[in-house]
């Protein structure tokens, strides 16, 4: 699977990708609002990668690796997953979720990444609704959800303090 916007390409998550994917989980900034601990080791990394390549298998979705065209680079993840463990009452529903590399936010990168997982949930998956949930003080990540059309419905609470439950139903979305 491959999916390209205008400045970035969508694309499984490979191996290759264990460097640039430990910077984004060794990064204190990064992980600020995400409810684990930073990873000290690159094999953590390779064990989120395949973690996800798992998912890619198993549930037919996952998220991927955004590339910036101008560089090659690996800037973050963003896309679609399916809770297969209940959160805040759901399960078994897709969630958009996204985290980027300090040096890539405020360039809208968020933003057309996840036009573009909505696009492939909406669209080529058929969904009915797409979830999505941010920490209720990550300003930036409850602005794009807000900014994307996504409604607050409800809170809930996890260990490290409230998460703001969002929701997108395909009738409300506008690609």
């Given at each position: 699977m491959k999916i390209e916007?205008?400045?970035?390409?969508?694309?499984?998550?490979?191996?290759?990708?264990?460097?640039?994917?430990?910077?984004?989980?060794?990064?204190p900034e990064v992980m600020k609002y995400i409810g684990v601990p930073i990873l000290t080791e690159k094999s953590q990394s390779l064990g989120v990668i395949r973690m996800i390549r798992n998912q890619y298998d198993k549930n037919g979705t996952g998220r991927l690796a955004v590339i910036e065209k101008?560089?090659?680079?690996?800037?973050?993840?963003?896309?679609?997953?399916l809770l297969t463990e209940e959160i805040n009452g759901y399960k078994n529903v897709l969630d958009l979720g996204y985290r980027y590399l300090p040096e890539s936010w405020g360039k809208g990168y968020a933003m057309?990444?996840?036009?573009?997982?909505?696009?492939?949930?909406f669209i080529d998956m058929k969904a009915d609704a797409i979830y999505a949930f941010a920490h209720s003080e990550?300003?930036?990540?409850?602005?794009?959800?807000?900014?994307?059309?996504?409604?607050?419905t409800n809170e809930f609470e996890e260990p490290d303090g409230i998460c703001n439950w969002y929701e997108l139903k395909r009738e409300k979305y506008l690609p």
């Amino acid at each position: 699977m491959k999916i390209e916007t205008k400045r970035l390409i969508l694309r499984k998550l490979e191996e290759t990708d264990v460097e640039r994917m430990f910077l984004l989980d060794s990064n204190p900034e990064v992980m600020k609002y995400i409810g684990v601990p930073i990873l000290t080791e690159k094999s953590q990394s390779l064990g989120v990668i395949r973690m996800i390549r798992n998912q890619y298998d198993k549930n037919g979705t996952g998220r991927l690796a955004v590339i910036e065209k101008e560089t090659g680079l690996l800037i973050g993840w963003s896309g679609l997953k399916l809770l297969t463990e209940e959160i805040n009452g759901y399960k078994n529903v897709l969630d958009l979720g996204y985290r980027y590399l300090p040096e890539s936010w405020g360039k809208g990168y968020a933003m057309e990444a996840a036009r573009a997982s909505l696009d492939l949930g909406f669209i080529d998956m058929k969904a009915d609704a797409i979830y999505a949930f941010a920490h209720s003080e990550n300003a930036g990540s409850n602005h794009i959800l807000t900014k994307l059309g996504f409604e607050k419905t409800n809170e809930f609470e996890e260990p490290d303090g409230i998460c703001n439950w969002y929701e997108l139903k395909r009738e409300k979305y506008l690609p």
